[in-house]
């Protein structure tokens, strides 16, 4: 039966019922595995689909290239991009400076396409513009009911939590492509989209829609899980917002309604807004590549710079960042000059050579002191000065510290200010520091500082924060007060703690994800509901209070005899702390205990 459609633009018709997954990773899909990797998701989550998968432009290229044995996908998909776009794909993103290739799947059977936009970076600037894209995106467009023999939509939202959970993503939507195209498509310009510059906004809020970590930390996780009149999942680092069952029914003044409820309760400066397209908006503070001629010689110019000023004393850049070389007085004036004389974008490349190790202890103060006059002069929401000083927090400049902390107008940059002032054990830090509590993004970093200094006498104040509504705050929170000596509770011993996580018994079936802190004991409670016995709540609260206490990079293995299915095995918990606050979680155990474990961190 004909599809009903819609005639959007002169020659343009879009099936009303036509439905498109959007994902664009966190890395280039043309980084090392990346391709690998999204063909086992595709072959998981379209295991019919993709036993006839074709590389090629679209359903009728006859040169499309074979790709149904599996792991030949990426070599497909790059001797397609050297095949060269047709038309379409050239038209579809003419936006997007810098695209390395494109490529379509086909697969066994029709009405499910997927299209890729493949760059080596992973935001693209946008051509003829300032904006930036993402460089990469995974699109899946449905023009069919059912998908692997289960409703299209139903099929869209388990395929997106399948992703969530293997691969880290910045953002993705799921919707009726009809509702994407009144709010993102240009109504004067074919095959072009609007709202898509990621320096100031996401593209807007849609029937499912995914954030990822940047997105997460920005709006607050407990805001996004708290959606009115949505549902809402977290899944890995990902939180995925769902706004009703149905897709279709974009048009529907209830629809409308919850969206623009939802809208109000997440924040509209997040959204891009088609009537209001140049109001100011806010996005995470992502690093940009620039591509410009320009600026290629101003970087050119830096570096040179650099190079003659160190090259006098017989050093390299090399050599004072990483091999231990000391700069030398004349270098560090000559540093100081050149850097004030050069555009404030590029100074960190010359004060990042000011570290610890590279200046002797008699320019010390100098150099902190300088540190502090630039920190002034920044205009930047950039807070990599003020993190700098930390590793130049001598007596001699509290005072200047102390001064910058309590001038409101360097906003949420002063956070690293008061890990700095901390550092220099001057009496006045603690109410200094304290001061600066309850300002927004400095709290967090507020409360850190005051766990390194005497500030029994705000331990009132610290309580409070026990219970703010940002989870990163009540935990910092909970680790001050035991710093200062108030524990709030005590964890339990160690005592299943091993050192060598090589130990691990072979045949043991492996789960594994990155999760949030506050995800941690969540998702260990459900482990232990897959366990008869010896991995309880005291367990659960014994891994939680050493995880808590890992630094970056740290690896810490738990093993536990326990019963299962009336079995005595083994479980191991592994974790690594990829980042402050987000560890790395593989669980380790019989195949029947990780099955039903999936079933549980799986379920909506």
Not at 218 to 242: E, F, N, W, Y
Not at 285 to 306: H, L, Y
Not at 414 to 422: E, I, K, M, V
């Amino acid at each position: 039966m004909a599809r009903a459609g819609r005639e959007v633009q002169p020659g343009i018709f879009i099936g009303e019922r036509d439905l498109s997954l959007k994902l664009h990773p966190a890395r280039s899909l043309l980084a090392e595995g990346e391709l690998d990797e999204l063909e086992r998701l595709l072959r998981e989550v379209l295991p019919r689909w993709s036993r006839k998968l074709r590389v090629g432009h679209d359903e009728t290229d006859r040169s499309a290239i074979d790709a149904s044995r599996p792991g030949s996908l990426p070599g497909a998909i790059r001797r397609h991009m050297n095949s060269g776009a047709t038309i379409e794909e050239a038209e579809f993103c003419q936006h997007i400076r810098g695209a390395s290739g494109f490529a379509t799947l086909t697969g066994e059977y029709s009405g499910v396409l997927v299209f890729l936009s493949l760059d080596d970076r992973v935001f693209s600037p946008e051509s003829g513009g300032t904006g930036q894209h993402f460089g990469n995106s995974i699109s899946i467009d449905i023009t069919r009911d059912t998908v692997e023999e289960m409703p299209a939509a139903v099929w869209i939202s388990r395929a997106c939590a399948t992703f969530c959970r293997k691969t880290d993503l910045l953002h993705g939507l799921a919707c009726c492509d009809l509702e994407h195209d009144a709010k993102n498509m240009d109504r004067k310009v074919k095959f072009t989209a609007i709202g898509l510059d990621v320096s100031r906004y996401l593209p807007g809020l849609y029937w499912l829609n995914v954030f990822g970590k940047p997105y997460v930390k920005l709006i607050g996780k407990d805001r996004l899980l708290k959606t009115p009149g949505a549902m809402t999942s977290s899944c890995g680092t990902h939180v995925v917002v769902q706004c009703g069952d149905d897709p279709l029914v974009w048009e529907t003044r209830e629809y409308k309604m919850a969206t623009s409820r939802s809208l109000g309760h997440l924040g509209r400066q997040y959204f891009f807004d088609r009537q209001a397209p140049k109001r100011k908006t806010v996005a995470p503070p992502f690093r940009f590549e620039v591509d410009t001629a320009a600026e290629e010689r101003e970087d050119k110019a830096v570096w040179a710079g650099i190079a003659k000023i160190l090259k006098r004393d017989g050093l390299s850049y090399d050599e004072v960042m990483y091999e231990g070389g000391v700069l030398t007085p004349r270098a560090i004036e000559a540093l100081m000059r050149f850097c004030e004389d050069t555009g404030p974008g590029r100074w960190w490349r010359i004060y990042e050579l000011f570290h610890g190790r590279s200046v002797p202890k008699t320019h010390k103060v100098s150099t902190a002191q300088w540190l502090i006059k630039l920190f002034e002069l920044e205009r930047d929401a950039n807070d990599q000065i003020g993190v700098g000083l930390w590793d130049w927090a001598v007596p001699e400049i509290a005072d200047d510290l102390i001064r910058l902390i309590q001038d409101r107008r360097y906003g949420h940059r002063r956070w690293p200010l008061c890990l700095a002032l901390a550092k220099t054990k001057d009496p006045r830090a603690a109410d200094v520091i304290a001061s600066l509590l309850g300002q927004g993004l400095n709290t967090r970093g507020a409360l850190e500082a005051l766990g390194k200094v005497p500030a029994a006498g705000h331990v009132d104040t610290i309580r409070k924060y026990l219970r703010d509504p940002d989870s990163d705050v009540r935990r910092e929170a909970k680790r001050t007060l035991k710093k200062l000596g108030f524990p709030v509770e005590t964890a339990p011993p160690p005592i299943h703690l091993v050192k060598n996580r090589r130990s691990i018994p072979k045949g043991l079936e492996e789960w594994s994800t990155n999760l949030d802190m506050e995800d941690l004991e969540p998702t260990l409670q459900k482990l232990a509901r897959c366990i008869d016995g010896g991995f309880g709540k005291q367990d659960i609260a014994e891994v939680a209070g050493v995880v808590d206490e890992m630094k970056p990079d740290q690896t810490r293995a738990f093993r536990f005899p326990v019963t299962a299915g009336g079995h005595e095995t083994e479980l191991w918990v592994v974790a690594f702390m990829d980042d402050i606050d987000s560890p790395d979680v593989a669980v380790y155990s019989r195949p029947d205990v990780i099955e039903k474990f999936e079933k549980r961190t799986h379920a909506r």
